[in-house]
Nanobody, 127 residues
Framework: QVQLVESGGGLVQAGGSLRLSCAAS????????MGWFRQAPGKEREFVAA????????YYADSVKGRFTISRDNAKNTVYLQMNNLKPEDTAVYYC????????????????????WGQGTPVTVSS
């Protein structure tokens, strides 16, 4: 089992940047494909970005492509989400998620395929 703790959320003006971190504890971090999701008030949780076990493969939702970057440091058991040029529509609670995979280069974009979730960190972008 792995425990996930997000940090780095907060209030930022439109056009600003934030970097979210997700620290993992428990079993070997490099065994897990990782993802970021978000849930805005009154909306369903949606996929944001995913990264493979090795970090060599990434995938983004169209709404954040070119603005957000997902990365991981397996030595530090941490996955990051660098968010640039933030927009008010990025306002949401951001969750990191993990799922154990055999394949090293695969990314996981589907919510139900993730087994472990953090508690979320709120991001508010003011206009």
């Amino acid at each position: 089992q792995v425990q996930l703790v997000e940090s780095g959320g907060g209030l930022v003006q439109a056009g600003g940047s934030l970097r979210l971190s997700c620290a993992a504890s428990g079993r070997t971090f490099s065994s897990y494909a990782m993802g970021w999701f978000r849930q805005a008030p009154g909306k369903e949780r949606e996929f944001v970005a995913a990264i493979s076990r090795s970090g060599d493969s990434t995938y983004y939702a169209d709404s954040v492509k070119g603005r957000f970057t997902i990365s991981r440091d397996n030595a530090k058991n941490t996955v990051y989400l660098q968010m640039n040029n933030l927009k008010p529509e990025d306002t949401a609670v951001y969750y990191c998620a993990a799922t154990e995979l055999m394949l090293i280069g695969v990314v996981v974009t589907s919510d139900p395929e993730y087994r472990y979730w953090g508690q979320g960190t709120p991001v508010t972008v003011s206009s």
